[in-house]
């Protein structure tokens, strides 16, 4: 298999621009690396692609590996003919190349290698062939009676012979493959109730799809009831259309033998072919399922970590509890922890007035000008708390709810504990939470993103792929933002290109030992990072406190002569870039001719733009171009809520069948997948991504149920 040329015509690339991306790959450099620094090699093709790109090239390698391998073990039993040979060389999936090694697989006992073992094989190819002259199959059996090997009568050597024919016509690649298809097109995913209660699954008690159009977040529910044992859950698909195409290429009619072999054709049939065919199509659903799970996931933890920061603001957290109390945490603009304590403005104990107390002097003393909250338990009574004080505070500070998805883990964490040794695990979770809305990107790489929780049956996916999937994402964002060289955590650290765990420690432990960085080049000196690291990273990493502008942008050390060349071409120094005197850059390079710039300086054009872009805002944050987080002063309760109401929410999460939306009550609403527009969308994220603030109307509340459901088409009235 020409893997470029598969990779070229499944990504309509050009097959030069595959070469080049694989030849990157193999070379050891990063994903965000080859995105960011090779986009005149790559065709300037985005970290998503990339990944495509790269997983799919995994998966044809190990096709290629698999194939040679099938290939020497069906040579070695001296079975290897061109026909074969040619099949081989074309199956496209793993299960083409597993349905051709079938037959010369090693097999475990079975029915037809206990009849082979008595001498039953030549009775069974000669009753295979079903000449029209050929005796009657019972006569021939007897000749192969022999008590010693087990065969006491005709009988039990014409079923054998039986056994060992239903084994050669499961063993038959062609049939599999035409009955795979034509049951993934007619077949039905059945479910039924395993119990008298089936509980959450009471939907799916009596339940038939096309398996061709049973959407994954049903696959996924009804896997996991049958893992409760809760549903039975089968494949349902025309028997006699199974037998007729298992019998289409093996029966012969008009001869002695015809019955039998059309008897073992029915048995292959039911024991050996529908079974297997049936435990592969519900995989194959299961692992499409998963992968669109894992997409949707991917997506919402990308928008969840670019939230835009809440950048300059001393912040204050709370982690609400009941009994235990509500932990309280200042963090300074930068995240440094000021001051911490314990308040119990809930019940059971309602002291409210000491909170108060407590909380303003806090917000006096440094000088607070937002409050981040915990969305756990207590979250709604410590809102109407929050929201009572600014009231009477009248200082124009504002709050937010703030997702603690994850925050108990990571406070638990042997991380927490080693940057915060002094503090107890729920001190911890209200710092977190404070610098969560400080900085989302930086707070939340110290989580595994898989408690992170803005997808849908994390816990039934494949794990490794799922860690795979969201680590690549955690890796796009950190490098997609950069990293401040000088205050980056090591967990921070460890997300940015070409830079593994022991790395960033290095990194840590050398700004420690020698105070922060005055250039990036001084990277050069930390133990363990070679060369190729430092290639890989140092576009990455920001050194605001650098003399070289440059050293504060997302140009790269190996673009620094260009990027100089550009400005003198365009008449600038690098003190008008750190001044913000550069902001008709663009214009007069557009004046100039980007292409002979290109040519000037020696980079190709993606890398000018991407240099111009850069010069122009040095230390700019991506995330500063998005709509800021919805900041609340004021709070409601679901009893609150009218049909009809209209209200601004935050989308918390993205699912297969709509979207959660924080309206301010503490219980997120749904808006359905048929309510987000008025055109028809295939799946919410076509429209909607975590983060949004959007307008919605409330349609129905359940405050007995707690569900509350929204639309985002506006009413008429």
């Known amino acids: 298999m020409n893997i470029p040329a598969v990779l070229a015509q499944e990504f309509q690339l050009r097959p030069n621009q595959v070469e080049a991306t694989l030849q990157l790959i193999d070379d050891g450099n990063t994903i965000p690396f080859i995105a960011r620094y090779r ?41 290897l003919t061109e026909e074969l040979s040619a099949a081989l060389d074309a199956a496209a999936t793993l299960t083409e190349i597993d349905d051709i090694y079938r037959p010369y697989r090693p ?122 044992e809760l549903l039975k859950v089968s494949i349902d698909f025309d028997r006699i259309k199974g037998v007729n195409i298992t019998c289409s290429d093996h029966v012969k009619e008009g001869s002695p033998c015809t019955q039998i072999v059309n008897a073992a054709a029915e048995d292959a049939y039911n024991r050996l072919i529908f079974p297997s065919i049936e435990r592969e199509l519900r995989n194959q659903l299961t692992e499409n399922a998963s ?32 009994r235990t109390g509500c932990k309280v945490a200042v963090v300074d603009q930068t995240g440094k922890v000021l001051d911490t304590g314990v ?64 925050a108990s883990v990571y406070s638990a964490s042997k991380l927490a504990a080693e940057e915060f040794p002094e503090y107890d695990v729920s001190l911890r979770s209200a710092v977190s939470i404070a610098r969560r809305l400080q900085d989302p990107l930086a707070e939340l790489v110290k989580i595994d993103p898989k408690a992170i929780g803005v997808g849908q049956y994390q816990h039934d996916m494949p794990q490794n792929r799922l860690s795979d999937a969201l680590g690549g994402v955690v890796e796009d964002c950190v490098n997609a933002v950069g990293v401040d060289l000088n205050t980056a955590s090591a967990p921070l650290l460890m997300r940015v290109s070409g830079v593994n765990s022991a790395v960033a420690k290095s990194i840590v432990s050398y700004r420690e030992e020698n105070g922060i960085f005055s250039s990036r080049s001084q990277l050069k000196k930390v133990p363990k990072l070679g060369p190729k690291a430092f290639e890989q990273c140092a576009g990455f990493l920001r050194v605001p406190e ?46 100039k001719g980007i292409d002979m710039l290109s040519k000037e300086s020696g980079v190709g054009e993606p890398t000018l733009r991407d240099i111009i872009t850069e010069l122009k805002k040095p230390g700019r944050d991506p995330r500063d171009e998005l709509p800021p987080p919805l900041l609340r002063t004021d709070v409601m309760s679901m009893e609150d809520l009218k049909t009809g109401m209209e209200l601004d929410g935050t989308v918390r999460n993205v699912i297969d069948f709509g979207a959660f939306v924080d309206i301010g009550v503490h219980q997120d609403g749904l808006v359905h997948v048929s309510q987000i527009s008025n055109r028809f969308i295939k799946h919410p994220s076509e429209v909607l991504k975590v983060g949004d603030v959007v307008k919605v109307w409330v349609l129905s509340v359940d405050v007995d149920k707690k569900r509350i459901s929204l639309t985002m088409k506006k009413p008429n009235h």
């Open 291 to 322: 992968e669109d799970a894992i997409k949707v996931f991917s997506l919402n933890l990308r928008h969840l970590l670019m939230q835009p920061p809440v950048k300059g603001r001393v912040a204050l957290g709370l982690d609400p509890g009941y």
């Open 39 to 79: 986009k005149e090699m790559t065709g300037s093709l985005d970290d998503q692609v990339l990944r495509e790109l790269s997983e799919r090239l995994e998966y044809l390698r190990n096709l290629n590996a698999q194939r040679e391998k099938v290939r020497a073990v069906i040579e070695e039993q001296g079975a």
């Open 546 to 591: 650098s003399e070289n502008v440059l050293d504060n942008t997302a140009v790269h050390p190996e673009s620094y002569t260009a990027a100089k060349k550009l400005l003198s071409l365009c008449e600038y120094t690098t003190d008008d870039v750190k001044n913000g005197r550069v902001n008709d850059l663009q214009q007069r390079a557009e004046e």
């Open 107 to 228: 097999k475990r006992k079975t029915r037809a290698s206990v009849a082979r073992e008595k001498g039953l094989q030549p009775l069974a190819d000669a009753i295979y062939l079903q000449l029209p002259d050929s005796p009657e199959p019972l006569g021939m059996a007897e000749a192969y009676i022999d008590e010693e090997k087990g065969v006491q009568t005709a009988e039990d050597a014409l079923q054998g012979a039986q056994d060992i024919i239903a084994e050669m016509i499961s063993d038959d690649a062609g049939i599999r493959r035409r009955l795979r298809v034509v049951c993934l097109a007619n077949g039905e995913l059945t479910s039924k109730a395993a119990t008298d209660d089936p509980g959450v699954y009471e939907m799916y008690s009596d339940f038939h799809e096309p398996l061709k159009r049973v959407p994954g977040h049903r696959v996924l529910a009804i896997n996991r009831g049958e893992r409760e």
């Open 343 to 406: 308040i119990y403005p809930v019940p059971p104990h309602n002291k409210i007035q000491e909170a108060k107390d407590l909380i303003t002097r806090l917000i006096k003393k440094y000088g607070v000008q937002i409050i981040a909250i915990g969305n756990g338990t207590a979250s709604h009574e410590t809102e109407v708390f929050a929201a009572s004080l600014i009231k009477e505070l009248g200082t124009g500070l504002s709050y937010m709810v703030v997702s603690e998805a994850g």
